[in-house]
């Protein structure tokens, strides 16, 4: 090993399995599943963003952990078998444009919070955009190409 160097995550070169463990105290002993192409996708956006850290906000959850903060019950956040999903912030970069480098990457299902983004590699069905804004969210259908088109017409610009 060279101790010069950042040591590697234990899922991938920048992500360790404890930043996806469901936060609940139930989970703390859980094995925490993470999708290999989640993660992939994870690390080409870091890339993408200029090679700035990922902040996970939310990976793995429990079905009960999911339901006490107001999940959807068939969250991507539930490992089945993997967790498909993780909430993301990195600091600097708006949700908007840390969602329009995951739209760049492709394959990715994209929420755009107030403070994070929502990122999933779930088929799209039936939306792969969502915006969360005032407590409503707004969806477009998977015929909607665009996010930042679909972003203008939520925010009205
Ligand atoms: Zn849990
Ligand atoms: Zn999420």
């Known amino acids: 090993m060279d101790g010069n160097k950042k040591s590697l995550g234990d899922l991938s070169t920048n992500f360790w399995k404890s930043e996806f ?3 609940c105290k139930k989970c703390r002993r859980k094995k925490v599943r993470v999708s290999q192409l989640l993660i992939f996708k994870l690390e080409m956006l870091r890339i993408e963003l200029g090679n700035k850290p990922i902040i996970i906000n939310s990976g793995n959850r429990c079905p009960e952990y999911n339901a006490s903060i107001g999940g959807y019950p068939n969250s991507a956040h539930i490992p089945n ?10 600091k600097g970069i ?4 840390i969602g329009l480098a995951a ?8 929420g755009i919070g107030k403070t994070y983004v929502h990122l999933d590699v779930r088929k799209p069905s039936p939306s792969r955009f969502w915006i969360y ?4 969210i707004y969806s477009a259908k998977i015929e909607n190409e665009s996010l930042l ?9």
């Open 149 to 157: 088109k679909f972003y203008q017409i939520i925010k009205g610009k």
């Open 81 to 90: 078998p993997d967790g498909e999903a993780a909430d993301v912030k990195v």
């Open 133 to 136: 804004e005032n407590n409503i």
């Open 94 to 97: 708006k949700p908007i444009d």
């Open 103 to 110: 739209e760049k990457i492709g394959g990715l299902r994209i």
């Open 21 to 23: 463990r469901c936060p």
